[in-house]
């Protein structure tokens, strides 16, 4: 039969395994925080393919672009294998000299940690402890100062906390959606699944975006296609609605909101027509979105950097707590004022406490908590004062130490991040591939990913659940908890950093996170799907939906908090008149040193490209595909264009995942006072044709 | 023995015959398979964490198959594209435990050269439909019942049957799941192959009533031997079915042939909504899972993977409506209505019922049934006589 046929032999690259010891191995997608399951699989040690999990709770054997390719990085020819010092390929043990060296002596102020999105809590956690214990310093930071630092000073006098309060299973047993500032069908497709589960089930979804993007595409049934930043007067005027047409819930704002009278007082002077004109969205837009929000059962705001990245992020982020507080929809499965924390440890790092203000478990950086931690980790002496912020540490220290962060293309004004980074005394990165950031390095640390280690982290809804080692590192990276300890046991902290396993570590963090406190990895290995924290203890279930007896702030009720439409940071003027947002694909991740080095990823979308209307391209002599030269007060840029009507007249949006047409490099470093986020989603530019000369 | 002929099978292993929800002929099968040599390698289905989790196994060791003893109803891998991605049929003898559905592709695949049929014995298994698991998951506990303590579960006639830890059985009258949108797989409800006659071996327990058993179709001359080879070794021992035991089972079968015929009815007939598909098709997000899990794709360069504008463009999302649709296309006739499309669609589009509906299309223009005979000729790459002859310009159903 087989001469008969056109000859097509079985593909050879698969067919030498003769002797088939193939395993199928669950796992979870590295990418986002939808969190989807699949399986690997797995021949003598070396992954070969990977299968649907049909079984697993979130995503039901379904996955994005993104998670059907997600191993064939591992095994890329240009992984990290060997500590690199000063370019050169070097030994772990004269790697750790030399840092033990440098590190010894600096100053808690020149020091830094820029910690990761990606590293597992049991890393992130001995990050911290190593900042605090060895180099005495809070300066420790990671990459949710540039997403939901706005999240935590908006939610955390709202409602004392900025996590998210449903689990994401929960999502649609909504009856009103509404997506503010995320574009979700491409960053969270596998929540964006229950989305559209939700609207074909009835479900009105209202979508807060300047552009047309797939998730209005996909999912919109009102799109408020507002002016870039001028979110908090959108927000305000739905309150405003809502308040004078009576939809209000009285009995829960009685019953668990404080300030209401001060809100109904600073409402009743915006002015709808004046939002009209600034936000150039049609009131009846604004007024429909407001009445299907409070006359729904149940009400979900879903919100990510459309509403943080800017200088006034805590602001917008404390008007959709407002718009909860005042509906009532919080506290119940399936509602919420929702943060979407993108990355797998967005969450988890910070419960782990890398971050400037915060020990593990959220307690303050304050004397007491640092007397606290001695106490529990035998320590004396420890930094009682809150550190820098991550531009900070950027900018002024001297000595860093990076983990699984690349700020060359993730932080605002990459020309100055540049030199920033140049200028430091002594710079460690460690990283899976040689980044951006890795370039500029003193030390570079090959450091194991994913499925090439044990640990655990902590999902957009809280949920913990534990990644299982499958394969081996390549070469000689290691684990990033195993570097960080050796660089402790180098500077004469063995003692303090004695650990055999990620269990060991996860066991420490059960005794100093009381919300971890009740789940283990014999709990976790026994799931399908993680724990929600708070978990308090071994036989407690864990809690998908948060406050819904109280609040966590220190008198139990929700705060209402008045807030004024301030304008962005850099608007648009004569000599740069148009008005740049910058944001996502869903091909690629982040800074994309994983997604560009994935075939069939990078080759959907090798290079950024600047989106335009038409009739802006048409004055420019622009045509589609063509380049253009992009300029910024900080920069510049020669990017393709892209044609299109899913943006407005004056605004221009460039996706950041890329190395050479860096979106970055125009971006403003300006900040939100209230919590140092700065406005990536603003800044002014002009734009010119590429001269052909 | 000949082809065609039926027997009632007992394996003559006691604890196999335990475990077995029927006979244990299956199991005995395999494990002869094995030991004598006659294959090198199993693919059967094991429970994983609990009774919704099904994972593939390969399996070597003949001890090894009486782990995936049962039939699971909540695990549906892409058996075909598995066995197609990862094992070489061409230098090693495989047995394989299949459903219809998986039995058509792998005819299917062997037609293009991408398996070796020669040295795949398809054990094939009756089948009344299976479940994607969550759903059924999410109602278990919508009504109170931990779902993760079902020890067993079944589908009889129109009831799905589930057996829980400590005594406690639910039961769900499967058309009332099925009108809410839960209940068995799309492609299930539609499939017209209830006996999996197109493999080597038929197995199951219809027309016996209760009688611990399988009954056995032997269908293919590979079938006839091996199965010949087990009972004359000892390894199943077997007697005749009777006249009221083979006519139950031809009932059954008819009884899930012409619900299928109705299911299909209603899900090709749009009658009203002429752009239904397309307003489907639109929510696509271009995850390729579709052309990832297909048996029949195998192209390697795929012409999805091409930069074409406004037809398949690469980096923009959503993808025009061609995205969907030319992967469709490109396998109509071939479509084996294993429903594995739609159970990874990351936009939850229907996609298995445009896929089927187009088959059925081809199947009537060219008279071609995929996945039941190896002899007949892929459509569109073999002309036979008739066809030659024909000088119109018509597209006539020709027979083949």
Same mark, same amino acid.
């Given at each position: 039969?087989?001469?008969?046929?056109?000859?097509?032999?079985?593909?050879?690259?698969?067919?030498?395994?003769?002797?088939?010891?193939?395993?199928?191995?669950?796992?979870?997608?590295?990418?986002?925080?939808?969190?989807?399951?699949?399986?690997?699989?797995?021949?003598?040690?070396?992954?070969?393919?990977?299968?649907?999990?049909?079984?697993?709770?979130?995503?039901?054997?379904?996955?994005?672009?993104?998670?059907?390719?997600?191993?064939?990085?591992?095994?890329?020819? *240009?992984?990290?294998?060997?500590?690199?010092?000063?370019?050169?390929?070097?030994?772990?043990?004269?790697?750790?000299?030399?840092?033990?060296?440098?590190?010894?002596?600096?100053?808690?102020?020149?020091?830094?940690?820029?910690?990761?999105?990606?590293?597992?809590?049991?890393?992130?956690?001995?990050?911290?402890?190593?900042?605090?214990?060895?180099?005495?310093?809070?300066?420790?930071?990671?990459?949710?100062?540039?997403?939901?630092?706005?999240?935590?000073?908006?939610?955390?006098?709202?409602?004392?906390?900025?996590?998210?309060?449903?689990?994401?299973?929960?999502?649609?047993?909504?009856?009103?959606?509404?997506?503010?500032?995320?574009?979700?069908? *491409?960053?969270?497709?596998?929540?964006?699944?229950?989305?559209?589960?939700?609207?074909?089930?009835?479900?009105?979804?209202?979508?807060?975006?300047?552009?047309?993007?797939?998730?209005?595409?996909?999912?919109?049934?009102?799109?408020?296609?507002?002016?870039?930043?001028?979110?908090?007067?959108?927000?305000?005027?739905?309150?405003?609605?809502?308040?004078?047409?009576?939809? &209000?819930?009285?009995?829960?704002?009685?019953?668990?909101?404080?300030?209401?009278?001060?809100?109904?007082?600073?409402?009743?002077?915006?002015?709808?027509?004046?939002?009209?004109?600034?936000?150039?969205?049609?009131?009846?837009?604004?007024?429909?979105?407001?009445?299907?929000?409070?006359?729904?059962?149940?009400?979900?705001?879903?919100?990510?950097?459309?509403?943080?990245?800017?200088?006034?992020?805590?602001?917008?982020?404390?008007?959709?707590?407002?718009?909860?507080?005042?509906?009532?929809?919080?506290?119940?499965?399936?509602?919420?004022?929702?943060?979407?924390?993108?990355?797998?440890?967005?969450?988890?790092?910070?419960?782990?406490?890398?971050?400037?203000?915060?020990?593990?478990?959220?307690?303050?950086?304050?004397? *007491?908590?640092?007397?606290?931690?001695?106490?529990?980790?035998?320590?004396?002496?420890?930094?009682?004062?809150?550190?820098?912020?991550?531009?900070?540490?950027?900018?002024?220290?001297?000595?860093?130490?990076?983990?699984?962060?690349?700020?060359?293309?993730?932080?605002?004004?990459?020309?100055?991040?540049?030199?920033?980074?140049?200028?430091?005394?002594?710079?460690?990165?460690?990283?899976?591939?040689?980044?951006?950031?890795?370039?500029?390095?003193?030390?570079?640390?090959?450091?194991?990913?994913?499925?090439?280690?044990?640990?655990?982290?902590?999902?957009?809804?809280?949920?913990?659940?534990?990644?299982?080692?499958?394969?081996?590192?390549?070469?000689?990276?290691?684990?990033?908890?195993?570097?960080?300890?050796?660089?402790?046991?180098?500077?004469?902290?063995?003692?303090?950093?004695?650990?055999?396993?990620?269990?060991?570590?996860?066991?420490?963090?059960?005794?100093?996170?009381?919300?971890?406190?009740?789940?283990?990895?014999?709990?976790?290995?026994?799931?399908?799907?993680?724990?929600?924290?708070?978990?308090?203890?071994?036989?407690?279930?864990?809690?998908?939906?948060?406050?819904?007896?109280?609040?966590?702030?220190?008198?139990?009720?929700?705060?209402?908090?008045?807030?004024?439409?301030?304008?962005?940071?850099?608007?648009?003027?004569?000599?740069?008149?148009?008005?740049?947002?910058?944001?996502?694909?869903?091909?690629?991740?982040?800074?994309?040193?994983?997604?560009?080095?994935?075939?069939?990823?990078?080759?959907?979308?090798? &290079?950024?490209?600047?989106?335009?209307?038409?009739?802006?391209?048409?004055?420019?002599?622009?045509?589609?595909?063509?380049?253009?030269?992009?300029?910024?007060?900080?920069?510049?840029?020669?990017?393709?264009?892209?044609?299109?009507?899913?943006?407005?007249?004056?605004?221009?949006?460039?996706?950041?995942?890329?190395?050479?047409?860096?979106?970055?490099?125009?971006?403003?470093? *300006?900040?939100?006072?209230?919590?140092?986020?700065?406005?990536?989603?603003?800044?002014?530019?002009?734009?010119?044709?590429?001269?052909?000369? | 023995?000949?082809?065609?002929?039926?027997?009632?099978?007992?394996?003559?292993?006691?604890?196999?015959?335990?475990?077995?929800?029927?006979?244990?002929?299956?199991? %005995?099968?395999?494990?002869?398979?094995?030991?004598?040599?006659?294959?090198?390698?199993?693919?059967?289905?094991?429970?994983?964490?609990?009774?919704?989790?099904?994972?593939?196994?390969?399996?070597?060791?003949?001890?090894?198959?009486?782990?995936?003893?049962?039939?699971?109803?909540?695990?549906?891998?892409?058996?075909?594209?598995?066995?197609?991605?990862?094992?070489?049929?061409?230098?090693?003898?495989?047995?394989?435990?299949?459903?219809?559905?998986?039995?058509?592709?792998?005819?299917?695949?062997?037609?293009?050269?991408?398996?070796?049929?020669?040295?795949?014995?398809?054990?094939?298994?009756?089948?009344?439909?299976?479940?994607?698991?969550?759903?059924?998951?999410?109602?278990?506990?919508?009504?109170?019942?931990?779902?993760?303590?079902?020890?067993?579960?079944? /589908?009889?006639?129109?009831?799905?049957?589930?057996?829980?830890?400590?005594?406690?059985?639910?039961?769900?009258?499967?058309?009332?799941?099925?009108?809410?949108?839960?209940?068995?797989?799309?492609?299930?409800?539609?499939?017209?192959?209830?006996?999996?006659?197109?493999?080597?071996?038929?197995?199951?327990? =219809?027309?016996?009533?209760?009688?611990?058993?399988?009954?056995?179709?032997?269908?293919?001359?590979?079938?006839?031997?091996?199965?010949?080879?087990?009972?004359?070794?000892?390894?199943?021992?077997?007697?005749?079915?009777?006249?009221?035991? /083979?006519?139950?089972?031809?009932?059954?079968?008819?009884?899930?042939?012409?619900?299928?015929?109705?299911?299909?009815?209603?899900?090709?007939?749009?009658?009203?909504?002429?752009?239904? =598909?397309?307003?489907?098709?639109?929510?696509?997000?271009?995850?390729?899972?579709?052309?990832?899990?297909?048996?029949?794709?195998?192209?390697?360069?795929?012409?999805?993977?091409?930069?074409?504008?406004?037809?398949?463009?690469?980096?923009?999302?959503?993808?025009?409506?061609?995205?969907?649709?030319?992967?469709?296309?490109?396998?109509?006739?071939?479509?084996?209505?294993?429903?594995?499309?739609?159970?990874?669609? %990351?936009?939850?589009?229907?996609? %298995?019922?445009?896929?089927?509906?187009? %088959?059925?299309?081809?199947?009537?223009?060219?008279?071609?049934?995929?996945?039941?005979?190896?002899?007949?000729?892929?459509?569109?790459?073999?002309?036979?006589?008739?066809?030659?002859?024909?000088?119109?310009?018509?597209?006539?159903?020709?027979?083949?």
């Amino acid at each position: 039969m087989a001469k008969e046929t056109i000859g097509l032999q079985a593909d050879p690259h698969l067919k030498s395994q003769t002797q088939p010891e193939i395993k199928y191995r669950p796992t979870v997608c590295p990418y986002c925080t939808s969190g989807c399951g699949l399986y690997l699989v797995v021949q003598n040690g070396r992954i070969i393919g990977q299968e649907p999990m049909k079984s697993y709770p979130t995503n039901e054997g379904k996955l994005c672009i993104k998670g059907n390719n997600t191993y064939k990085l591992l095994s890329h020819p *240009e992984r990290l294998t060997e500590p690199l010092i000063k370019g050169k390929k070097s030994s772990w043990e004269d790697a750790f000299k030399l840092i033990a060296e440098k590190f010894d002596g600096v100053s808690s102020e020149d020091f830094g940690i820029i910690g990761s999105g990606k590293t597992s809590n049991e890393e992130g956690y001995i990050l911290q402890k190593f900042a605090r214990v060895v180099m005495k310093t809070n300066n420790i930071e990671y990459c949710a100062r540039f997403c939901h630092s706005a999240t935590v000073a908006g939610l955390g006098p709202a409602v004392g906390g900025g996590v998210m309060q449903t689990s994401q299973l929960h999502i649609d047993q909504a009856d009103c959606i509404f997506l503010a500032g995320v574009n979700i069908q *491409e960053n969270f497709p596998g929540i964006a699944r229950r989305v559209r589960r939700a609207k074909n089930n009835g479900t009105k979804v209202i979508v807060l975006d300047p552009r047309v993007t797939a998730t209005v595409k996909n999912l919109a049934d009102i799109h408020l296609q507002l002016r870039p930043g001028t979110d908090a007067a959108v927000l305000n005027a739905m309150i405003k609605v809502i308040m004078d047409e009576g939809l &209000e819930n009285e009995q829960f704002i009685k019953a668990r909101t404080v300030d209401y009278e001060g809100l109904k007082a600073f409402v009743s002077n915006i002015d709808l027509e004046e939002v009209q004109k600034i936000t150039s969205v049609s009131l009846d837009e604004i007024r429909a979105s407001a009445v299907a929000f409070a006359k729904a059962t149940k009400g979900c705001i879903l919100y990510d950097e459309g509403i943080t990245q800017h200088i006034t992020g805590s602001d917008n982020v404390k008007l959709l707590a407002n718009l909860v507080l005042l509906t009532g929809h919080i506290g119940k499965p399936g509602t919420g004022v929702n943060p979407m924390r993108g990355q797998i440890s967005g969450e988890g790092s910070g419960d782990m406490g890398c971050v400037n203000v915060f020990y593990p478990g959220f307690r303050r950086v304050n004397k *007491e908590t640092a007397e606290h931690f001695q106490r529990l980790w035998g320590v004396e002496n420890l930094p009682s004062k809150p550190g820098k912020t991550f531009m900070d540490i950027i900018n002024t220290c001297k000595s860093v130490y990076m983990v699984g962060v690349n700020p060359m293309i993730s932080a605002p004004d990459s020309n100055n991040v540049r030199k920033s980074l140049e200028e430091m005394d002594f710079l460690v990165v460690e990283d899976i591939f040689m980044t951006e950031t890795a370039e500029l390095a003193d030390v570079v640390l090959p450091a194991a990913n994913w499925v090439e280690r044990e640990g655990t982290h902590t999902g957009i809804d809280r949920r913990v659940y534990k990644i299982n080692k499958i394969v081996e590192p390549p070469g000689q990276a290691k684990q990033d908890w195993w570097i960080t300890m050796n660089i402790a046991k180098q500077m004469g902290f063995s003692d303090k950093f004695n650990y055999n396993s990620s269990k060991d570590i996860f066991e420490e963090i059960r005794t100093c996170i009381p919300q971890y406190a009740g789940i283990s990895y014999k709990r976790l290995d026994k799931t399908i799907g993680g724990i929600y924290w708070p978990c308090p203890s071994e036989d407690h279930p864990g809690t998908p939906t948060m406050f819904t007896e109280k609040f966590n702030t220190p008198d139990g009720k929700g705060h209402f908090q008045s807030v004024e439409y301030k304008p962005p940071a850099e608007p648009s003027d004569r000599e740069y008149p148009f008005i740049l947002t910058t944001g996502r694909v869903i091909f690629h991740y982040h800074t994309g040193s994983m997604t560009r080095r994935t075939d069939n990823l990078y080759s959907e979308m090798p &290079e950024a490209f600047i989106q335009i209307h038409p009739e802006d391209a048409r004055e420019l002599k622009i045509s589609n595909g063509e380049k253009a030269i992009v300029k910024s007060r900080r920069g510049q840029l020669e990017i393709k264009t892209r044609i299109s009507l899913d943006i407005i007249r004056g605004v221009v949006f460039i996706p950041f995942h890329f190395g050479k047409t860096n979106a970055n490099i125009l971006t403003n470093p *300006e900040f939100d006072p209230a919590c140092k986020m700065p406005e990536f989603k603003i800044c002014a530019v002009n734009i010119e044709k590429v001269d052909e000369k | 023995m000949k082809t065609g002929e039926l027997y009632i099978g007992i394996s003559s292993e006691k604890q196999i015959v335990e475990k077995a929800e029927n006979g244990g002929v299956v199991t %005995s099968l395999l494990k002869y398979a094995l030991k004598s040599k006659l294959v090198d390698t199993a693919v059967a289905v094991k429970k994983g964490k609990n009774r919704y989790e099904g994972i593939l196994s390969f399996i070597t060791e003949p001890e090894e198959v009486e782990e995936c003893t049962g039939s699971f109803h909540f695990a549906t891998p892409g058996i075909a594209k598995n066995v197609k991605k990862y094992l070489d049929t061409y230098n090693k003898k495989i047995a394989v435990v299949c459903k219809s559905c998986d039995a058509r592709a792998l005819i299917e695949l062997a037609k293009i050269g991408q398996v070796n049929i020669e040295n795949i014995i398809m054990i094939g298994v009756n089948c009344s439909g299976t479940l994607a698991p969550i759903p059924t998951i999410n109602i278990l506990t919508e009504s109170g019942i931990d779902p993760y303590t079902l020890i067993c579960e079944d /589908i009889d006639e129109d009831k799905l049957i589930l057996e829980f830890d400590g005594d406690t059985q639910k039961i769900f009258r499967l058309n009332e799941l099925e009108e809410k949108g839960l209940g068995r797989r799309k492609n299930c409800q539609r499939c017209e192959y209830p006996i999996p006659q197109m493999a080597d071996i038929a197995c199951g327990k =219809w027309g016996l009533n209760g009688e611990k058993g399988t009954f056995v179709e032997l269908c293919s001359t590979k079938g006839k031997v091996l199965f010949e080879k087990a009972v004359s070794n000892g390894i199943i021992e077997i007697k005749t079915p009777s006249k009221e035991q /083979i006519k139950r089972r031809k009932q059954e079968e008819n009884k899930r042939i012409d619900s299928a015929k109705a299911r299909q009815k209603a899900d090709f007939a749009r009658p009203e909504d002429k752009f239904y =598909w397309l307003s489907q098709i639109q929510a696509c997000i271009k995850c390729y899972g579709c052309r990832d899990v297909c048996p029949l794709c195998h192209c390697k360069r795929c012409v999805l993977e091409r930069d074409i504008p406004e037809t398949v463009e690469k980096g923009v999302i959503p993808p025009p409506p061609t995205f969907g649709m030319i992967r469709l296309f490109h396998v109509a006739c071939y479509c084996v209505n294993c429903g594995q499309c739609e159970d990874v669609c %990351s936009a939850d589009i229907p996609i %298995s019922a445009l896929a089927h509906y187009l %088959s059925k299309q081809a199947t009537e223009l060219f008279d071609y049934e995929s996945g039941v005979n190896m002899d007949v000729r892929l459509p569109l790459s073999a002309v036979p006589e008739a066809e030659r002859a024909n000088k119109s310009t018509e597209l006539k159903a020709i027979k083949r």
